[in-house]
C-alpha cells in the first residue's frame, strides 16, 4: 500500500532535492577533491561534515508531521495515563451532589474511567511480566493508578452515596493491580541495565546533532566513501566496505595510522568499549 498522493508528492520532492543537494555538495567536490597521501579517513570525514547541510525543500512538512504525531500521541496517552484522576474528580462530583439521580450520573461517568485505568493496570503489569525490568513511564502509570483509585475508595467509603455502578468492583482492582505492579517495579532492575563491565561505552556523539541532519550526513559520507573507492585511493572489498560505513558519526579519524593488524582488528569489531560499534542512524 503507497502513501496517499499529498504525502507521496512530498516525498519524492524531498528525495529529489537531497539527491540533487548530494551530487552538488558531495559528489561533485569528492571526485575532484586533492585528498591526503596517504588518504586521511578524519581529513575526508571532516570536510564532508563541514559542508553546509541546509533545511531542503519539503523538510517542514516532515517537521510538521512529527509534531502532529507527537501530538496525537500525547493527545491518547493523557486519557490513559490520567484516567483514575478523572475518575476521582467524576467520584467527587457525585458524592458531593445532593440528589441521588445526579450522583449517579457521575458515577456512571466514574465507570468508564476506571474501566480505562484497571485495562491500564493490566496492560503495564503485562509490560513488566514480559520484560522483568523497572520502566520510568510504567512507575508513573502506576503511581498515578494506584493514588488516584485509592483516593476514590476512601471517597467513596466516607460519604452516605450509594452507587448503582461497577465502582465498587473496578477502584479496588485498578488500585490493587497497580500496586502490585509498582512494587514489583521498584524491585526490579531498571531497563536495558546490564553488566558494565560486559556492556561496550557508546561513543560520544560528534557531528551534527538534529536527528534529520545526521541522517543526511551519514548518507553524505556514503556518497563520499563510494567515490573515493571509485577513484582508487583506497582499496577495499565489500565486507570492509560496509564496515567502514557503519562507523559512527565523526569516528573516522579511528582508522588513520592502524597497521594491518590493527586495520583488521577495528574493522572486526574485536575490541571492547567504545570500539565495539554498530550501525548509526
Do not use: C
Amino acid at each position: 500500500m503507497g502513501l496517499p498522493g499529498p504525502l507521496a508528492e512530498w516525498a519524492r520532492k524531498v528525495d529529489h532535492a537531497e539527491r540533487e543537494w548530494g551530487r552538488r555538495e558531495v559528489d561533485s567536490w569528492a571526485r575532484t577533491a586533492e585528498f591526503s597521501h596517504p588518504f586521511s579517513w578524519g581529513e575526508a570525514e571532516a570536510a564532508v561534515l563541514s559542508r553546509e547541510y541546509g533545511r531542503l525543500p519539503g523538510s517542514g512538512v516532515a517537521r510538521l508531521l512529527g509534531v502532529v504525531g507527537w501530538t496525537v500521541v500525547v493527545l491518547f496517552a493523557i486519557p490513559l495515563a490520567g484516567a483514575p484522576l478523572i475518575g476521582l474528580a467524576l467520584v467527587a462530583f457525585g458524592v458531593n451532589e445532593s440528589s441521588t439521580d445526579a450522583a449517579q450520573g457521575w458515577f456512571s461517568l466514574s465507570n468508564f474511567a476506571f474501566v480505562v485505568a484497571t485495562l491500564s493496570a493490566i496492560t503495564t503489569f503485562t509490560l513488566w511480566w514480559e520484560t522483568r525490568r523497572r520502566s520510568t513511564p510504567v512507575l508513573i502509570v502506576n503511581a498515578l493508578n494506584m493514588v488516584g483509585s485509592t483516593a476514590a475508595i476512601i471517597m467513596f467509603a466516607v460519604s452516605p452515596a450509594t452507587a448503582e455502578s461497577w465502582l465498587p468492583v473496578l477502584m479496588p482492582a485498578s488500585a490493587l493491580i497497580s500496586a502490585v505492579t509498582l512494587v514489583l517495579g521498584l524491585a526490579s532492575k531498571p531497563e536495558g541495565r546490564t553488566n558494565n563491565r560486559k556492556r561496550p561505552r557508546k561513543p560520544p556523539r560528534r557531528g551534527p546533532r538534529s536527528s534529520d541532519k545526521r541522517a543526511r550526513a551519514i548518507r553524505a559520507r556514503g556518497r563520499l566513501l563510494e567515490v573515493v573507492v571509485h577513484r582508487g585511493l583506497v582499496k577495499l572489498d565489500e565486507a570492509d566496505l560496509i564496515r567502514v560505513g557503519e562507523f559512527p558519526l565523526g569516528y573516522w579519524s579511528e582508522l588513520d595510522g592502524l597497521d594491518e593488524r590493527e586495520w583488521r582488528r577495528v574493522l572486526e569489531r574485536r575490541h571492547t568499549g567504545w570500539r565495539d560499534f554498530g550501525p548509526q542512524t
